[in-house]
Nanobody, 133 residues
């Protein structure tokens, strides 16, 4: 059982950079010889949740939603922290950013990114990013 907590949200000027972190507790991403699908999603006002990026502790990834490929970067900061960097932030990026995890789903990881995270069982509470112009 892994618990997730996002941090790093807040205000950023348009064109600036935001750096978000997802920290695991209870279990870590690598410590117990288990492989996890890990994701970042976001929900902007007036829209449904959408995928940003994903990776797999077993070796696959990172990978990105097509619309996120140019400005978003996901990486591991350490054994229990996953980072999302938002470059050249736009006001349209304003919203709540969530990390999520799943232990070795039989379908693999990548389909969840496209469906907005439907079916994923473990989520952080989210962190809000506000981009001002």
């Amino acid at each position: 059982q892994v618990q997730l907590m996002e941090s790093g949200g807040g205000s950023v000027q348009a064109g600036g950079t935001a750096s978000l972190s997802c920290t695991a507790s209870g279990a870590t991403f690598f410590r117990y010889s288990r492989s996890f699908c890990l994701f970042w999603f976001r929900q902007v006002p007036g829209a449904e949740r959408e995928g940003v990026a994903g990776t797999y502790t077993g070796g696959d990834g990172p990978y990105y939603a097509d619309s996120m490929r140019d400005r978003f970067v996901v990486s591991f900061e350490n054994y229990n922290t996953l980072r999302l960097q938002i470059n050249s932030a736009k006001p349209e990026d304003t919203g709540v950013y969530y990390c999520a995890a799943e232990y070795e789903p039989p379908t693999g990881c990548r389909p969840y990114l496209a469906n907005g995270g439907r079916g994923l069982s473990t989520w952080g509470p989210g962190t809000r990013v506000t981009v001002s112009s």
